[in-house]
């Protein structure tokens, strides 16, 4: 859960990219990390074994300043996907704010992809999350592979629940910006409600996601 | 290796967590040679970490944040040039960055393990809590099985009860028979009796009548009363021994019948064989020979409807037996002490080794369906048992059966 440090004037919003093993968690990250211009911009730190499989996590830390003077810090997780890692993957999704279910469109992976999404179900509920009201989205990942389910078909899979849907190509950068606006948008709802972005501290949802972005908070305060 | 500083792994991290012991004077001694005297290292909040030389403020040092992910956690400051200054800091914050990694995962690691370990303890916690769950209802099914054991026992007796009362009822028809015997030549005498009562009254009247002793003596003879008065005792004789018949096997019945909620009496047992072959002989005696060798017993105190129960028990059984044949039941009594003798010996067909061994046990027949309940011993054992008794059975096949009852004297 995002803790709002008063002392040091400090909001932490933890993310994250949740999924089945090598559905492309790292590779968003990585892509954002190129993409995201916000104010401030850490490295990727990154725990991985030799085969480029995440032993433990990656982290993305970002982050701005609200009009307020209020810090913004995001740090931006991936959990490790395969299956033997339950116990990691538990701990790492604790206290997060958001998540982004990265799935591989891959036909193959119909069966890792619902296990994967059951077992995020399963621990957040462990975790004391309330899974109902979590802001999750959903990106079905590697639409660029051949032999992948088609939209319509993952389309009216999906079509009863309420989770917004995206479609991605990581290793290219398509719609990694897309999915993870959206995933802010949520976050900001929830956080506005809880800490009073808006009327404490003048922050409004549109520069809560430009700001990450394109670091243009500047601007946002312009527009006014 | 550094100390693991508390905390949730994806907390933000502190100088002061990540360079500590040994990884510190190391740090401190390289930072020496490569920046020289007047330099500081200092955390976030600007409290000094290590100095080296004469650290006093000094207007012309430079300062360097150092960061891991966004923001400084503390600063290098030294006399020395921007270029060296900023490679320190780069070197610092490599340093830095591979402590926080490590720190990262290594409380990562803790979390779950310690998750993990909280799982087990719950699971722990409900297999325990399943555990007494389970031992409950052992303990429970035991009490359960007792009552059942009893509700079995209890049906087990009442159907022994109702078997007893068939018994009975075949005692009975046996009894009507021998009763209905007598009662059949004593009231064919008495109406004999009758008729000789009708033909004195006559004689009588003519007696009244006439006072010629010549007629009245050809009136007797030709009444042919001469022979009736001699048949007239004899009649009465045979009616009154004809009456005791019954009235000793009224009272044979009444030892026998004696059964239920009867106290504990002194009784000879020889008496209530007596009495028990006496109601039973209809039953018997087509079937086989009864010779009872009685010794003298002491009177013991016992229930006499019972212990006649257990012998009936035996004597139908050995009638059973005779299945080639009429054969000898053989009833010995003897005392040896404080302790009584009897011995029930048939020569009938014998019980095989495999069915001797379970003939106490309840439902055990050989009989066919409707025959028997297979309760008859069963009962036995513990009538006899109540009177702190055993009883005991050998047998050979074509030969017989002989048990064994042996009774304490109670007096």
């Not at chain 1, 559905?23 to 990585?30: D, E, P, V």
């Not at chain 1, 480029?52 to 990656?58: E, H, N, P, V």
């Not at chain 2, 105190?301 to 044949?325: I, K, P, T, Y």
């Not at chain 2, 011995?343 to 014998?350: E, K, L, P, Q």
Request: proline letters at 2%; a negative charge; glycine letters at 8%.
């Amino acid at each position: 859960m995002a803790e709002l440090d008063e002392k040091n004037n400090k909001l932490a919003i933890k993310l994250v990219y949740y999924g089945p093993a090598l559905s492309g968690k790292t590779t968003n990250l990585m892509r954002l990390h190129d993409l995201l211009q916000p104010d401030l911009k850490g490295e990727i730190m990154t725990l991985e074994t030799q085969n480029d499989r995440t032993l433990f996590f990656d982290l993305l830390p970002l982050g701005f300043r609200a009009p307020s003077g209020l810090l913004v810090k995001f740090k931006l997780f991936t959990v490790p996907g395969q299956v033997a890692h339950d116990g990691t993957r538990k701990a790492v999704l604790s206290r997060t704010d958001g998540v982004v279910f990265v799935a591989d469109s891959q036909r193959t992976q119909g069966v890792n992809n619902a296990e994967s999404f059951e077992n995020l179900a399963a621990n957040a509920a462990r975790v004391g999350l309330d899974f109902d009201r979590l802001p999750l989205v959903v990106q079905f990942n590697k639409r660029d592979l051949r032999d992948v389910l088609s939209e319509e078909e993952i389309k009216t899979r999906w079509q009863d629940t309420k989770w917004p849907l995206y479609f991605s190509a990581a290793i290219n950068g398509n719609g990694v910006n897309d999915t993870f606006q959206q995933l802010l948008i949520d976050v900001y709802k929830d956080m506005d409600r809880r800490y009073g972005l808006q009327s404490e501290h003048r922050l409004k949802q549109r520069d809560f996601v430009t700001s990450l972005m394109t670091g243009s908070v500047g601007s946002g305060r312009a527009c006014r | 290796m550094s100390v693991i500083a508390k905390g949730n792994f994806d907390g933000d991290l502190r100088l002061h967590d990540l360079l500590t012991g040994s990884e510190l004077s190391r740090l401190r001694s390289a930072i020496e040679v490569i920046l020289g005297e007047g330099t500081r290292l200092t955390d976030e909040a600007g409290e000094v970490i290590f100095s080296i030389g004469t650290a006093d403020a000094d207007p012309g040092r430079r300062r360097v944040a150092l960061r891991i992910e966004l923001e400084p956690v503390g600063y290098i400051e030294a006399n020395n040039s921007e270029e060296r200054l900023h490679a320190a800091a780069l070197l610092i914050e490599q340093i830095l960055k591979s402590s926080a990694r490590y720190h990262m995962a290594s409380k990562l690691h803790l979390e779950a393990v310690h998750a993990d370990y909280e799982k087990l303890q719950q699971k722990h916690e409900a297999l325990r809590e399943s555990e007494v769950r389970y031992k409950a209802l052992a303990e429970n099914l035991e009490e359960r099985v007792k009552e059942q054991v009893k509700t079995i026992e209890t049906a087990q007796r009442s159907l022994y009860q109702s078997e007893k009362m068939a018994s009975v009822g075949q005692l009975a028809a046996g009894m009507a028979h021998e009763i209905n015997n007598p009662i059949g030549f004593i009231s064919s005498n008495l109406s004999t009796a009758q008729s000789y009562v009708e033909k004195l009254s006559t004689f009588n009247q003519h007696l009244c009548n006439s006072n010629d002793v010549s007629a009245l003596r050809s009136a007797w003879s030709q009444s042919n009363l001469d022979d009736d008065l001699q048949d007239f005792p004899s009649l009465l004789q045979e009616s009154l021994d004809g009456a005791n018949r019954i009235a000793r096997i009224i009272a044979d019945l009444k030892v026998f019948s004696n059964v239920d909620g009867q106290e504990e009496e002194l009784a000879d047992i020889n008496e209530i064989i007596r009495a028990m072959c006496n109601v039973s002989a209809g039953q018997v005696k087509q079937h086989a020979q009864v010779i009872l060798e009685l010794g003298d017993l002491l009177m013991t105190r016992c229930r006499a409807g019972h212990l006649s129960q257990v012998f009936l028990n035996l004597l139908l059984n050995a009638v059973e037996a005779m299945d080639v044949g009429p054969g000898e039941i053989r009833i010995q009594t003897s005392q040896d002490g404080d302790e009584i003798t009897i011995r029930f010996a048939d020569t009938g067909s014998g019980i095989s080794e495999p069915e001797l061994t379970r003939i106490f046990e309840p439902f055990f027949t050989t009989r066919d369906v409707g025959q028997g309940t297979g309760l008859g011993l069963t009962v036995s054992r513990d009538i006899i048992q109540a009177h702190d008794g055993r009883i005991e059975v050998s047998s050979q096949l074509g030969v017989g059966t002989t048990f064994t009852i042996h009774l304490p004297v109670r007096e």
